[in-house]
């Protein structure tokens, strides 16, 4: 196939231009007189000595649609529908411009007209759309029972589940997609708000959550917990014994749902020695204090004391006796 | 030449006039009008053509083929089909009836004057 004289641009424009004038029609009959008409404009053109223009040849676009319409039998729309039409009009010169960028877009790649490619593009439009809809169901069902069903952390078995919710919805979004095509315009236009409003509901979830794993949330108790009633000072630390006495270090902590339990506040422990080198060289005591595994929380006792019996006395504590500072007086007294 | 009135006139006979171009020749568009042109329709433009041929076509009237073009892209050919024969072949009889009386009724004016 060889490039017309004019130019399929050329002829894309005129063919819009000839759009234009028939505005004022039903979008079904516009359309309808206006089928085939691109690919009967470049035999036309292929016809043209070279240097002419489809507008020579043919005579204005505007001229063009008069005898479209004549030859059609189609009268023009009473005024009262022009005018409205023609209000309509003042926004369709931007979209017009984009229609004809967006075919420039797409012609450029060889995917055709971007009108066409749109209508290619629907049915893998509704089968995502059916997919998004069983990720939704999938996700608030899963979120609204979220910690009694820890199987469904598995990917091997969310997935499927995933599939077995979305394919009747699949199913069904095909079949409102090609039953779709029949409605009338604001069927269709509901249709579409619908499929966008799903998206969007999608888009404000799905980031936060599906996409990045099943939530495993920090729980603060301390902001829970009434301060009226706090009779022992705020938790700042939590040191674990064993039926020993001897004082668990590396020790996590967990919820009845699995979530970690965050007591205190790891940036609070007292800074690194003052001799830089002792930090330079590594001092285990430290940098275990600043060890924490963000998937299990933080590791207790937060902070380490400078001294830590390694036994007590299983007589001695813990008691509920608190303490002020928890480095103060390491021993049982502490929990 | 009442170039309106003609035109309007002509709108009506458009159907049996493209039918009988397509009648001994297939052809496409553009030089289906060229055809017309030639048998002395200057007023008729391309959108005219093009538009009966398409209502023609989803009538059943016609039939269309692609032919490759050296000049171009492929050429879209119309041939009259048989129910097309059949309604050029009617409209013809119809014509014809009508232009006679019209002759005869123009004919008794000329010999009252």
């Known amino acids: ?335 | 030449m009442l170039g309106v009135e003609r035109s309007q006139l002509l709108k009506g006979l458009l159907d049996i006039i493209v039918l009988r171009v397509l009648e001994t020749e297939d052809g496409y568009g553009y030089e289906i009008l060229r055809r017309l042109r030639a048998a002395g329709f200057d007023e008729l433009g391309d959108a005219s053509v093009y538009g009966t041929l398409r209502r023609l076509y989803r009538a059943g009237y016609l039939s269309t083929y692609l032919q490759p073009s050296d000049s171009g892209p492929h050429r879209k050919w119309y041939a009259l089909t048989e129910p097309g024969r059949k309604y050029l072949a009617e409209m013809r009889e119809a014509w014809e009836d009508v232009s006679d009386k019209m002759r005869r009724l123009f004919d008794a004016e000329k010999g009252q004057a």
């Open chain 1, 1 to 335: 196939m060889t490039d017309t004289p004019q130019g399929t641009a050329g002829i894309a424009e005129y063919r819009l231009a000839v759009e234009r004038h028939l505005s004022d029609l039903p979008a079904g009959l516009r359309e309808d007189l206006l089928s085939g008409l691109e690919e009967h404009l470049a035999e036309v053109a292929a016809d043209m000595e070279p240097g002419m223009t489809l507008n020579e040849l043919l005579g204005s676009p505007e001229t063009y649609a008069r005898e479209l319409r004549e030859a059609a039998g189609v009268e023009r729309q009473p005024l009262a529908e022009r005018l409205i039409r023609g209000v309509w009009g003042l926004a369709v010169s931007p979209i017009t411009w984009m229609q004809v960028a967006a075919d420039r877009f797409t012609r450029s790649a060889g995917a055709g007209r971007a009108g066409q490619l749109r209508r290619e593009l629907k049915p893998g439009w509704w089968v995502l759309r059916g997919i998004i809809a069983g990720m939704l169901v999938a996700y608030f069902l899963i979120t609204a029972r979220e910690g009694t069903m820890p199987i469904m952390n598995n990917p091997f078995v969310l997935l499927p589940t995933i599939g077995l919710i979305a394919l009747p919805l699949v199913w069904l979004s095909l079949r409102l997609g090609v039953r779709s095509q029949r409605w009338s315009r604001r069927g269709r236009l509901l249709t579409g708000a619908a499929g966008a409003a799903l998206v969007a509901i999608a888009l404000a979830n799905f980031p936060n959550h599906l996409l990045r794993g099943p939530e495993v949330g920090p729980v603060f108790y301390e902001e829970h917990r009434p301060r009226a009633a706090d009779l022992h000072g705020e938790v700042r630390d939590v040191y674990v014994y064993s039926e020993n006495g001897e004082l668990l270090r590396g020790v996590y902590l967990f919820d009845q749902n699995g979530n970690p339990v965050l007591l205190g506040d790891p940036e609070s422990c007292p800074m690194p020695p003052d001799d830089p080198f002792e930090e330079e060289s590594g001092s285990p005591e430290f940098e275990e204090q600043r060890e924490h595994h963000p998937e299990y929380g933080y590791q207790y006792p937060l902070c380490l004391p400078d001294e830590q019996p390694s036994e007590i006395e299983p007589d001695a504590g813990p008691t509920l006796e608190p303490t002020e500072t928890p480095e103060a007086e390491p021993s049982a007294e502490a929990t």
